[in-house]
């Protein structure tokens, strides 16, 4: 109002409750303030590190548990797997003896005896006797030179003494299936060569082949037969 002094402006305070703040006596409410506000105590600070190092604590007490907790296997070819040395030996074969040399010598000049002797005498028995007095090993070796003589023969009478012949001895089960196929074998794979001289060598190679029963075995024949088709191509 005019004519007196204005009152000085006031400054609005915000209502304190007795219970958060006590205004000690002679001091204003700001001061009061003042003085109630204060630095957060280190505590507050620690317990964000202490919970940070709590968390990571039991994250690693939680990864050990999982690592634990997976089982531990091993390849099967790693399991119980023993190692035993084996001693490794490396060994030439041994030449023939003389003893040997002399067996085989004396086999082979037999063989060539028996031939000659039996397209010289034609005598069936005396042949025969050879598939006895001859070593089983040597047999093939006989059959393939009787075969190969009475093939390329300029006289048919050659080819069916050899047939006669074979015809007695598979009767009388002097010579195994094994040596039969053995002998016809030899001579299976050189025949081309003889069949160009002699065209009648391989209907000849057919009938002792027969009288000896080759064909009778369904499995020799076929490796003796796919061995001829061979040798003719």
Known sequence: MPGHPPSPSRVPTAPVSSHSLCIPEGQSPLDSLQISITIPPPRAAQGVGSSSTSTERASSVSAAHQ?????????????????????????????????????????????????????????????????????????????????????????????????????????????????WEAGFALTAGTLRDVVVEEPRALGRFMSMFRAARLDRDGERAARVLLRLGDGLN
């Open 67 to 179: 690592e634990s907790a997976i089982p531990r296997t091993e390849p099967v070819s790693l399991v119980h797997r023993e190692v035993i040395p084996v001693p490794v030996t490396e060994s030439l074969p041994l030449p023939p003896s003389a003893p040997q040399l002399n067996r085989a010598a004396a086999a082979r000049a037999q063989v060539s005896a028996t031939v000659d002797a039996l397209f010289a005498s034609r005598d069936i028995e005396d042949a025969k006797l050879a598939f006895d007095d001859l070593p089983a090993r040597h047999h093939g070796r006989l059959i393939d030179a009787l075969v190969s003589s009475a093939a390329e023969s300029a006289n048919q009478c050659d080819a069916d003494l050899v047939t006669s012949l074979f015809r007695r001895v598979a009767s009388d089960g002097l010579c195994s299936a094994a040596s």
